[in-house]
């Protein structure tokens, strides 16, 4: 294309840094707009659960989304934005998740413009292990129907772009977990069909055939959000007398390494498999003790009084003034404010003790 010398006019300009850009982005080889894709529970749910029938893990009501634009209650189980939505913002391209898989085949004619630009599948309530969630919810989307979910937009996507082209898309595309710690909760209430050593080599076999199937399906890029301490969680220190449950947050710990050491071996067994593993034990931790700004890292901003302690958030219910100042919104999930520091840190901080081999910013460009 040839390009008159003369002062350009403004829409001759923005056009010329359009294209420019193009170029300056793929001659670095540094193209950073390949997707995302998000795989996980409520921490990652941006309303695929409004759309699961008997499915009671809901957040589309308020107090929820009371700091979303329009204070609307979309399904994030968060006072604003959550952690999927602050990482993919943080990783540039995104204002904020992309679309939930159930949203997009509801949207029809808008579910191949969709795919391209990344899809959600996250359920509140899932667990790594199928089953995990029911007895308590009624209905989720299990790790292995998100699994499943994402097989179809792979064919999609194959489809749109043809073999080899729709193969490098998948390659260059970023995938994100967090999943887990309802398993966790799940062995913590019921009653026990295995020891924590045996659970802990469970859901790690679970995670790694769930990975391993995505790798053969072409992934390679994988951003693995491990767990916080859930025994720290307002919920959790109701039922321990107000200090955090320690068998919880031992079997969290233990999750935590046993899913590094998992990634680690995959990473030397799968070529190509590259990954960056989030320490939230630690982060979370990190900031229970030396708070961060936050006023309050012990409650909940927005839950029901209960003999316990707290309960569910829902409206009516008493609600804190300062969202900001609190490290949890409701009894089980962070604040915005939480959610963006957690994002801050996982996608480019360089400290070992929080992320590691190297951080979610190197992973995408990797
Ligand atoms: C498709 O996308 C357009 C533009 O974003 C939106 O206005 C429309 O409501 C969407 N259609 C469906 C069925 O979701
Ligand atoms: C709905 O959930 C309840 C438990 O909350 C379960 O007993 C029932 O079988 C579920 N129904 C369907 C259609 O999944
Ligand atoms: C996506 O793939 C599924 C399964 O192959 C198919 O049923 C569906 O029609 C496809 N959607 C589009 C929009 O091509
Ligand atoms: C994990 O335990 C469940 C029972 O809770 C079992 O169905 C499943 O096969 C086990 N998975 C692995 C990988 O061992
Ligand atoms: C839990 O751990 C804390 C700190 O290590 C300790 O002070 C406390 O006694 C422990 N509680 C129980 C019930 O083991
Ligand atoms: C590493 O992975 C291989 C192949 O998947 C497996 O056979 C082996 O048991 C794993 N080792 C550890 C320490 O997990
Ligand atoms: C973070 O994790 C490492 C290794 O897992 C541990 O040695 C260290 O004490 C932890 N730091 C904090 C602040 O929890």
Sequence with gaps: MAMEFRPPKPMLLMIYVAIFSVFAASAKGGRTNYPIFIFGDSTMDV??????????ARADHPYYGIDYPGHQATGRFSNGLNTADTI????????????????????????????????????????????VGLSLYGQVVSMEEQVQQFATVRGNISALLGGSKGERFLRKSMYIFSIGSNDIMEYMIFTKPMTPEQFVINITDTYAIHLKNLYSMGARKF???????L???????GFAGGNCANDT?????????????MLENMSSTLKGFKYSIANTYNMTMTIITSKFGFKDVVSACCAEKTPQGQGDCKEGVPLCEKRDDYLFWDVFHPSQKASQLAASTLVSSQDPNFISPINFGSLRKA
Excluded: M, W
Excluded at 223 to 229: E, F, K, L, V
Excluded at 231 to 237: D, K, L, S, Y
Excluded at 249 to 261: G, I, K, M, P, Q
């Design 88 to 131: 993919v913002q943080l990783l540039g391209g995104y204002e904020r998740s992309p679309l939930p898989y159930l949203a997009l085949v509801e949207g029809g004619s808008n579910f191949t413009r969709g795919i391209l630009n990344g899809v959600n599948f996250a359920s509140g309530g899932a667990g790594l292990v199928k089953g």
């Design 231 to 237: 025994g720290c969680c307002p919920i959790a220190r």
């Design 223 to 229: 951003g693995i959000i491990s767990i916080p301490p």
């Design 47 to 56: 309303g695929t659960n409004n759309l699961v029938d008997n499915c009671s």
């Design 249 to 261: 947050n031992t079997l969290s710990r233990a999750c935590h390494d046993s899913f590094e050491v």
